[in-house]
């Protein structure tokens, strides 16, 4: 099992910053795939960005230029940087990582940490 820990948000100002983050811990193989998801209310899940262990990130069309998703495997947790907030932007964020061998890969989900753009 792979436990995630979420850190990162809050209340901010339309245009302003913050830095979401996400600790893997437990039984740890190999992380494939980290990745970041939102859910604003009454709305499904979505994709925000994600990162693979080798290739280039994937941004949701909203959030590129503005955010920024970066993993340190050495610590296994991946991170996101988000500039230029915008209201629209407000949901929970919900992290993501498959880990596993290529045979047995599984998906985990973060608890969820709330962002609200608001002025």
């Known amino acids: 099992q792979v436990q995630l820990v979420e850190s990162g948000g809050g209340l901010v100002q339309p245009g302003g910053s913050l830095r979401l983050s996400c600790a893997a811990s437990g039984n740890i193989f190999s992380i494939d795939l980290m990745g970041w998801y939102y859910q604003a209310a009454g709305k499904a899940r979505e994709l925000v960005a994600s990162?693979?262990?080798?290739?280039?990130?994937n941004y949701a069309d909203s959030v590129k230029g503005r955010f920024t998703i970066s993993r340190d495997n050495a610590k296994n947790t991946v991170y996101l940087q988000m500039n230029s907030l915008k209201p629209e932007d407000t949901a929970v964020y919900y992290c993501?990582?498959?880990?596993?061998?290529?045979?047995?890969?599984?998906?985990?989900w973060g608890q969820g940490t709330q962002v609200t753009v608001s002025s």
């Open positions: 993501y990582v498959r880990e596993g061998p290529i045979w047995s890969r599984k998906g985990y």
């Open positions: 990162i693979p262990s080798v290739g280039s990130p």
